[in-house]
């Protein structure tokens, strides 16, 4: 796994930005997979200033957000597809009709999952997944003991996950208990995974997922077994990674590489 620590919050998503942005260019109609919640955002506000400011054309993109609560309408303003359209589809120039973000009001879960699988794959699967991690090792709302062959379905929230998120909620009675996700195998067939974390919270969730073994407990960990992750973290985020220093030496070895500079010894 890469592993490129950035000095701030803004700096991580300033980085993010420029893989995201970089495909975009090279692929104008790929597929992004895309993530909610607090650390994310900062990417979303560097591509939406490189869409108004440098032109960055959204309009053959295709979207598949990795979640969504059960039971909350598109229009409820704490569900993902209403974060999603706030936060980022109303800024660019992307065609609303390629956006996809499961239904927290499907009525029939099954079927609604098994179709949303099927058109990751009519698009060709996702280019680019984004990811968030929660404080207890999860990527999207696989939980811990998920199956790391996971596909889209239904999830139980943990209670350290409900706490986590209630604080978008006014009343924490109201935080659901369900969540349509993306599997840890639907994830892991992304062709490349852009892994963020932010916060002193995040430290523990980080090292498990880098330094820790791969198990269904953090299953974070499972990006292990992908060929093309790259987490990008702050500084409070790589706090607890023992091997942080070499993770910066492979990325100056890499900036040397790309640079011509590579120095080879006697
Ligand atoms: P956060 O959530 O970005 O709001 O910290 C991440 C997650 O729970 O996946």
Not at 149 to 164: H, N, P
Request: with cysteine; charged share 25%.
């Amino acid at each position: 796994m890469r592993v490129i620590v950035e000095s701030s919050p803004e700096q991580v998503a300033r980085m993010a930005a420029t893989f995201v942005a970089a495909l975009v260019r090279k692929k104008p109609t790929c597929v992004l997979g895309l993530a909610t919640g607090s650390t994310p955002l900062g990417l979303y506000r560097e591509l939406i200033r490189l869409h108004r400011e440098e032109g960055l054309d959204f309009s053959r993109v295709t979207s598949f957000n990795l979640d969504e609560y059960v039971g909350l309408a598109p229009s409820h303003p704490q569900s993902y597809r209403y974060f999603m359209q706030h936060n980022f589809f109303q800024h660019i120039n992307i065609d609303q009709r390629n956006t996809h973000v499961p239904d927290g009001r499907a009525l029939d879960f099954e079927a609604h999952a098994e179709q949303y699988e099927r058109r990751i794959k009519d698009e060709g699967g996702i280019d680019l997944q984004v990811l968030g991690i929660g404080s207890d090792g999860h990527i999207a709302f696989n939980e811990p003991g998920s199956s790391l062959g996971s596909r889209t379905r239904l999830k139980t929230l943990t209670s350290e996950t409900v706490r986590d998120n209630a604080r978008f909620f006014n009343d924490p009675a109201e935080v659901p208990r369900l969540a349509v996700t993306m599997g840890v195998g639907t994830i892991l067939e992304s062709r490349r995974c852009l892994l963020l974390a932010c916060g002193r919270h995040k430290a523990e969730a980080i090292r498990a997922t880098v330094e820790g073994p791969v198990t269904a407990q953090v299953t974070a960990s499972a990006l292990q077994l992908h060929r093309d992750v790259i987490a990008v973290v702050d500084e409070d985020a790589a706090s607890s990674l023992y091997r942080r220093e070499y993770y910066c030496e492979v990325e100056q070895s890499q900036q040397a590489l790309q640079a011509g500079k590579l120095k080879f010894g006697a």
